[in-house]
């Protein structure tokens, strides 16, 4: 049948008419499909007489949460609850994904070491921990932490004013008053200033091909305003040290040996692949880096800090960016050994409430929104370094 060029059918020859139709009837079909399960959900738990919807947020948890980093009693709310298990969540995550970086970098360094003991001890710590279950490293962390550490009054001070003992880790705590907040503020100011300051200096240079000392003017950006609101406003810092006493250690922050578990899983867990991803982005890197920095007289170790490691980074980058999702996801592994995360105090409201698809959902868009805004910075990061033109 031959189709007139005016003919309204034509339209189904474009190839663009087409790609926005096939998107709006998946987008429509999820739709469908949603509504549906929902609504099939819906109608399940009003027959068996289980309330709905999120009102019970409003209502006091009731139940006792071991480690809190904000103010947390039994007669608040369960919103507050699901506060402390973000909280908690974040708080090991990320000190597990910076100490494994730091960690999992000397590890993969060490791998390329020309001395092969350093480099065989690199191998196998890479080796056992990429091939066994973190689950079983959390399980072997917290065992050794209750069974074999002493007890509190007998305590082992790895560093000064730190303690280990089977009942966690106490380090010294910081107190500051309310004009830390204007100090942190000041702060933020003084980093924008930096940045702005650092590119204006940079784009004169490249203009008038004039070099200038960068860091005075960048330091001083980011130092006065932070200098001058403390100056102003005279806080007060107090820091309590741990001591040790007959019976007990007194003062300081304790660390419970189910946070100290988990942040050594995690860490270590996630510093071998850190280590095999730092590994291979430098010998990504050709020889002749490693010959041009040596002619110019850079000894092995400056060479890979000034020369290899930059240009690494857009190698290292983009499955660093995977590692460090898979630390706050596997961060809900914490339930197994008793550590208060989003996971345990959702599992708790559950119980309590008899509602499991609201606190499910709640939990899925708190990990979303976290694994987004990780994505989304390493990305920026990564455009940062990748190579242009």
Known sequence: MHVAPESPWRIIYNLRARA???????????????YFLFANASENLARQNIATGFSYLSREAGFVI???????????TYVRALLVGILNTVRVSSAA?????????????????????????AMVY???????????????????????????????????AVYLSNSGLVIPSITCSD??????????????????????????????GIERRVWPFVVSALMLPSLAT????????????????????AGGAQLMPEFVALLLGLTLSASANVA?????????????????????????PLSLRLVILPQALRVIIPPMTSTYLN???????????????LVMVSNTTMNQTGQAIEPIALFMMVYLSLSLAISAFMNWYNARVALRG
Do not use: H
Request: glycine share 6%.
């Open 230 to 249: 403390i100056l102003i406003l005279r806080p007060s810092v107090m820091v309590d040290w741990p001591e040790l006493g007959r019976f007990r250690l």
């Open 66 to 76: 071991s480690q809190s980093p904000i103010a947390y009693q039994p007669s608040d």
């Open 327 to 341: 630390v706050f996801k596997n961060s809900s592994l914490a339930i197994a050994i008793g550590y208060p995360d």
């Open 97 to 121: 994904a910076i100490f494994a970086t730091v960690i999992g970098t000397l590890v993969g360094v060490g791998r390329l070491s020309s001395n092969p003991l350093l480099s065989r001890i």
């Open 20 to 34: 926005i139709f096939y998107q709006v009837a998946c987008g429509a079909a999820v739709v469908l499909i949603a």
């Open 179 to 208: 004009e830390l907040t204007w100090i942190a503020l000041a702060l933020a100011v003084g980093i924008v200033a930096a940045i702005i300051i650092a590119r204006a200096l940079r784009r004169s240079r490249i203009t008038t």
């Open 126 to 160: 890479v080796e056992i921990l990429r091939n066994v279950p973190l689950l079983l490293f959390l399980f072997l962390w917290y065992a050794i932490i209750i069974t074999a550490l002493p007890p509190v009054r007998q305590a082992f001070q790895i560093l000064p």
């Open 276 to 300: 095999e991803i730092v590994r291979s982005g430098i010998v990504s890197i050709r020889k002749g880096q490693w010959e041009a920095a040596a002619s110019l007289g850079l000894r092995r």
